[in-house]
C-alpha cells in the first residue's frame, strides 16, 4: 500500500494495475465473479426444491436481485475503473440488504406461512383420525323403491 488509508476511496482508480489497487481489485474482482455464480445456482437449485412454498421462493428472488446487483456492479466498477469509494459502497449496502432480508423481512412472513401449514396438516389429522369417519355408513337391508317416472 502506498498511500494512507484515508486517500483509497477517491484516490486511484479500482483496477489492479500498479497506480490502482492491485492488492485489493483483483481479489474483490474474482470474488464478485465467484459469488455471482454462486448465487445464480443457489436460487436454480433452492427454486427447484422449493417450488411449492412461496415465502421461501420469494426470499430466494430477492437473495438473487440483491446479488446480482451488488456483485454486477464490483464487477463494473473494475471494467471502466471506478473510484474505490463505488464498489465500497455497493458492497457495504448489498451485504446490509442481505442482512435485512433474510434476518428482517422475511422471518415473520415465513413464520405466518409454517403456522399455515402446521394449521392445515392438523385439519387434515383431525379430519381422518378415526377409521370409523372415512368409511360409508352400510345401508339397510330393505328393498329400495322405485322412482315414478
Excluded: C
Amino acid at each position: 500500500m502506498k498511500l494512507a488509508p484515508w486517500d483509497y476511496p477517491l484516490g486511484p482508480p479500482f483496477a489492479a494495475e500498479t497506480d490502482g489497487f492491485p492488492d485489493l481489485a483483483l481479489p474483490l474482482v474474482v470474488a464478485a465473479g465467484i459469488f455471482l455464480v454462486l448465487q445464480i445456482v443457489l436460487y436454480n437449485v433452492q427454486t427447484r426444491r422449493l417450488h411449492r412454498h412461496f415465502p421461501l421462493v420469494n426470499m430466494q428472488e430477492w437473495l438473487l436481485w440483491t446479488g446480482l446487483a451488488t456483485f454486477s456492479l464490483v464487477l463494473v466498477s473494475y471494467v471502466f475503473r471506478f473510484y474505490f469509494i463505488f464498489p465500497l459502497v455497493s458492497l457495504i449496502l448489498g451485504i446490509g440488504t442481505y442482512v435485512w432480508i433474510r434476518f428482517f423481512r422475511f422471518p415473520p412472513l415465513i413464520d405466518a406461512y409454517n403456522q399455515q401449514i402446521r394449521r392445515a396438516r392438523f385439519h387434515s389429522q383431525q379430519r381422518y383420525r378415526r377409521p370409523e369417519q372415512t368409511v360409508r355408513p352400510k345401508r339397510s337391508d330393505r328393498p329400495r323403491r322405485r322412482r315414478r317416472r
